[in-house]
């Protein structure tokens, strides 16, 4: 069974703070060229080292390995979610960390809040076609022509209308 190893790549100068952490079963130098070729950010500083974290690691377990060196880095990464991850896998993964990520972005008004909300203010900008497209949307599941305050009211053209009745 093949075997790899995680590693992070970093630039000595002064101006980059970031890394990057990553896995392979290759060859480091085959690896740090393939950065290079893609034009990776860290290459901007200049020239960026490896180092090597962990080694001999069951090819199976790298992603999780690296996904672990990524946690204990958050902050300072190039890299922000580890690759076969998915950004469910990754709320499942820090579940509790996610939940109080969320609280922290809503404060209600009596809590001190400003009241001002990215969702809420969305929908107060576009409440009429959000309004609008909801009623054709329920029309088409029941199957019949929205009541007569909504044809007033939203103003549906024929085309709209013509698949209902």
């Keep these: 069974m093949p075997t790899g190893c995680v590693y992070e790549m970093f630039s000595d ?10 896995s392979t079963t290759g060859s480091l130098r085959a690896r740090l060229a393939s950065h290079k070729y ?10 960026a080292d490896v180092r090597v974290l962990e080694k001999d690691i069951p ?16 902050d300072g990464l190039f890299n922000s979610r580890a690759a076969g991850r998915s950004q469910k896998h990754a709320c499942h993964e820090n579940v509790d960390e996610s939940q109080a990520y969320s609280r922290a ?16 203010n969305y929908y107060k900008q576009h409440a009429k076609r959000i309004l609008r497209k909801t009623c054709l949307k329920n029309a088409r599941a029941r199957g ?5 305050r909504s044809l007033d009211k939203y103003q549906f053209t024929l085309d709209e209308l013509r698949d209902l009745a």
């Design 13 to 22: 100068n002064a101006k980059c703070d970031k890394t990057y952490i990553g």
């Design 38 to 47: 893609a034009r990776h950010p860290i290459f901007t500083f200049g020239d």
């Design 59 to 74: 090819a199976g377990e790298l992603h999780q390995r690296k996904s672990a060196y990524m946690r204990e880095k958050r």
């Design 105 to 120: 972005q809503y404060t209600p008004k009596r809590d001190g809040g400003d009241g001002n909300y990215r969702q809420l």
């Design 144 to 148: 019949t022509l929205p009541s007569k």
